[in-house]
């Protein structure tokens, strides 16, 4: 553990560093609500966005990018709040669901760039709308009514200089990337500190030799997530984690000395054949990425997801205690979901063979 003379707290890592304890997780959910296509609409998902567990234990549930439904403990339906509109407590488009203190929840319409706050009971207590804001990604809350958004900048194409390569006259190949910030903003979306801004997605620009343009395959990014009062952004090109305070400052960096997989065949072949509708001849990035998910538990520990390398069907996760010390180690499916860490459980969703998407609770033991 190190303090440097910014007073950023830097805890360095080895690759031999061993788990101080041993967590175990259900293989089998104690709850499953979806995956039966015999069940009525209320037990069927669509496109599951966001889940976190109501003050009084019940299960709220982001779908289909303009409902929200509620599901009591035992996994029986409640009740739907809001629906597809422009109106009161209606949604156009989901866009990030969030705890909004100790007994409130926002959820962030991107469609029509409002934050919408729900009392326990399902009742629209306030809307706010942020008109500057069409790109943002609302990711979780922080602190005391802190809400963290992710923004991505856009870098603006030629189309001019895309036809002069196509004819060959012009041009070398090309890889850019996006930038990425995290903007603060208090409960009514007032902007109040920006982190970053840091590298975000790669992309490929054409040439004579390479028309493929679009993010790259195995694309490096931002990262963004919340770790207890802490606003984890930053690229995961290499394992650093950095964790800055609600006024946007860095205040801690966790640092592990693993080194970054090289792109080869390998990893082509293998994501071609878990994608067979991609296009092929898309570029690799010139190293995989560290990691692709990063959440904070209920207890202040900092959740890890390696990234998720293609052909294998599990993922491992790290976790950090405060002081940026690995805590345990531990696996779950790639089709897993976490959306929240409690104490003793994990809320998390999934996807079948089929498509089907479920919403799961599996049991924590720490």
Same mark, same amino acid.
């Given at each position: 553990?190190?303090?440097?003379?910014?007073?950023?707290?830097?805890?360095?890592?080895?690759?031999?560093?061993?788990?101080?304890?041993?967590?175990?997780?259900?293989?089998?959910?104690?709850? +499953?609500?979806?995956?039966?296509?015999?069940?009525?609409?209320?037990?069927?998902?669509?496109?599951?966005?966001?889940?976190?567990?109501?003050?009084?234990?019940?299960?709220?549930?982001?779908?289909?990018?303009?409902?929200?439904?509620?599901?009591?403990?035992?996994?029986?339906?409640?009740? +739907?709040?809001?629906?597809?509109?422009?109106?009161?407590?209606?949604?156009?488009?989901?866009?990030?669901?969030?705890?909004?203190?100790?007994?409130?929840?926002?959820?962030?319409?991107?469609?029509?760039?409002?934050?919408?706050?729900?009392?326990?009971?399902?009742?629209?207590?306030?809307?706010?709308?942020?008109?500057?804001?069409?790109?943002?990604?609302?990711?979780?809350?922080?602190?005391?009514?802190?809400?963290?958004?992710?923004?991505?900048?856009?870098?603006?194409?030629?189309?001019?200089?895309?036809?002069?390569?196509?004819?060959?006259?012009?041009?070398?190949?090309?890889?850019?990337?996006?930038?990425? +910030?995290?903007?603060?903003?208090?409960?009514?979306?007032?902007?109040?500190?920006?982190?970053?801004?840091?590298?975000?997605?790669?992309?490929?620009?054409?040439?004579?030799?390479?028309?493929?343009?679009?993010?790259?395959?195995?694309?490096?990014?931002?990262?963004?997530?919340?770790?207890?009062?802490?606003?984890?952004?930053?690229?995961?090109?290499?394992?650093?984690?950095?964790?800055?305070?609600?006024?946007?400052?860095?205040?801690?960096?966790?640092?592990?000395?693993?080194?970054?997989?090289?792109?080869?065949? +390998?990893?082509?072949?293998?994501?071609?054949?878990?994608?067979?509708?991609?296009?092929?001849?898309?570029?690799?990035?010139?190293?995989?990425?560290?990691?692709?998910?990063?959440?904070?538990?209920?207890?202040?520990?900092?959740?890890?997801?390696?990234?998720?390398?293609?052909?294998?069907?599990?993922?491992?996760?790290?976790?950090?205690?405060?002081?940026?010390?690995?805590?345990?180690?531990?696996?779950?499916?790639?089709?897993?979901?976490?959306?929240?860490?409690?104490?003793?459980?994990?809320?998390?969703?999934?996807?079948?063979?089929?498509?089907?998407?479920?919403?799961?609770?599996?049991?924590?033991?720490?």
């Amino acid at each position: 553990m190190v303090r440097d003379s910014a007073g950023i707290t830097i805890a360095e890592t080895s690759d031999s560093s061993s788990p101080a304890e041993i967590w175990h997780m259900s293989d089998e959910p104690l709850l +499953t609500i979806g995956a039966d296509l015999r069940a009525s609409r209320e037990y069927q998902f669509d496109q599951i966005s966001g889940v976190i567990r109501l003050p009084e234990g019940e299960i709220l549930v982001a779908d289909a990018g303009n409902t929200l439904r509620v599901y009591r403990e035992n996994g029986d339906y409640l009740a +739907t709040w809001g629906r597809e509109g422009e109106g009161p407590g209606e949604f156009g488009f989901l866009g990030g669901l969030a705890r909004l203190g100790s007994d409130s929840v926002v959820a962030w319409d991107r469609r029509s760039r409002r934050l919408t706050v729900f009392d326990a009971t399902g009742m629209v207590a306030r809307e706010n709308t942020l008109r500057e804001a069409p790109e943002l990604i609302l990711r979780g809350s922080v602190g005391r009514g802190r809400l963290v958004f992710e923004r991505v900048i856009e870098f603006e194409f030629n189309l001019s200089e895309f036809d002069e390569l196509l004819a060959g006259r012009s041009g070398n190949e090309e890889f850019q990337r996006q930038q990425g +910030t995290v903007e603060i903003r208090g409960a009514t979306g007032g902007l109040l500190a920006v982190v970053g801004p840091y590298p975000h997605t790669e992309y490929h620009f054409p040439t004579p030799a390479v028309l493929f343009v679009g993010p790259v395959r195995f694309s490096r990014g931002m990262i963004t997530g919340v770790w207890d009062s802490l606003v984890v952004a930053g690229p995961n090109d290499s394992y650093e984690l950095r964790g800055h305070g609600v006024n946007g400052e860095l205040d801690r960096i966790i640092r592990w000395n693993r080194i970054p997989i090289v792109a080869d065949e +390998t990893h082509r072949r293998a994501f071609a054949d878990e994608n067979p509708q991609s296009n092929q001849e898309a570029p690799m990035a010139s190293h995989l990425p560290m990691f692709d998910r990063v959440i904070g538990d209920e207890l202040g520990y900092l959740w890890v997801r390696d990234y998720d390398m293609p052909d294998e069907e599990t993922v491992r996760w790290t976790v950090f205690d405060s002081n940026g010390a690995i805590v345990t180690r531990l696996t779950t499916s790639d089709r897993l979901m976490v959306r929240e860490i409690g104490r003793d459980h994990i809320l998390a969703s999934q996807t079948d063979d089929l498509g089907i998407q479920s919403v799961v609770v599996l049991s924590l033991e720490r």
